[in-house]
């Protein structure tokens, strides 16, 4: 196992296994669960399951109390097509590997079954449901090993294959999302979680003249001039097409984050499930 796995494994087990955490089994939570009880607060419990109505009736804390139905089924997908062998701090398929750790993880530590897709113009590599923590180490290793150069990102083949998934499972789709999708017949089935890496250069590229650009989905290149107006029009497309995108998610129920490879995708994670 390469140097760079290993470190991102054991960073993503720490952060998902320590106390930092909390109490909580998991960063994420499905809909599985079936209200108990209420009895007394007490010091260990998390303040968000305080049900305030009875507590104001009683004068005293109470909280609820909840047993899991069924065990989650999480499902990775991640499109690593030729824009992700890029970034100006880390490349976003290094990203993709940490994200994809701390998920595994966190579907492992909650005794979920945990699954995960390579894709890009086909399916490249998977894992069936499993709960071996050992299908962490493999996914990072598949995702080090994997060449996105000249690979196009076809997300038809992505949402046919996951919607072939029998049972309800929350999946988690990690892309740039530059290219076209729709997950809307998706979404209607399973519940969808899209998290979006980026490189802020894809953003706001810098001002530099005349530069020799490269297409790494087709491996062709062209000279461009990339001055302050070309910038501007760039940058207002980018913003233009994100827009579309928040609405598309927003529209079908997808809950969704950006992650630029600058930042720390575990804290993100956590914001992003509401646990912090």
Excluded at 35 to 45: A, G, K, P, T
Excluded at 102 to 124: E, M, V
Aim: glycine share 4%.
């Amino acid at each position: 196992m390469e140097k760079k796995i290993k470190k991102i494994l054991i960073k993503a087990k720490r952060q998902v296994f320590s106390e930092v955490a909390g109490n909580n089994p998991s960063i994420f939570k499905g809909d599985g669960f079936d209200f108990v009880e209420l009895r007394e607060y007490n010091q260990s419990d998390d303040i968000k399951k305080i049900d305030w109505l009875i507590t104001a009736k009683l004068q005293k804390p109470y909280v609820k109390v909840f047993k899991q139905e069924r065990e989650l089924n999480v499902v990775l997908g991640l499109m690593l097509n030729g824009s992700f062998y890029f970034g100006s701090k880390k490349f976003k398929k290094d990203v993709a590997a940490e994200i994809a750790a701390i998920l595994g993880f966190s579907a492992i530590k909650n005794q979920d079954n945990f699954s995960y897709f390579i894709f890009a113009d086909r399916i490249y590599n998977f894992i069936k449901p499993t709960k071996n923590i050992h299908a962490i180490s493999r996914m990072c290793e598949e995702i080090e090993r994997f060449d996105p150069l000249g690979k196009k990102a076809d997300f038809n083949i992505l949402t046919n294959r996951l919607y072939k998934i029998k049972r309800k499972s929350l999946i988690f789709i990690i892309s740039d999302f530059l290219s076209d999708f729709d997950f809307k017949v998706l979404s209607k089935k399973h519940e969808v979680v899209a998290i979006i890496i980026r490189d802020r250069l894809e953003e706001e590229p810098l001002e530099a003249g005349f530069i020799n650009l490269i297409d790494p989905e087709e491996k062709s290149s062209a000279v461009l001039e990339l001055d302050g107006r070309t910038k501007k029009e760039y940058m207002k497309e980018i913003k233009r097409k994100d827009h579309l995108m928040y609405e598309n998610f927003r529209k079908n129920r997808i809950r969704f984050i950006k992650i630029y490879t600058d930042e720390e995708p575990f804290i993100k994670l956590m914001k992003l499930f509401g646990q912090r």
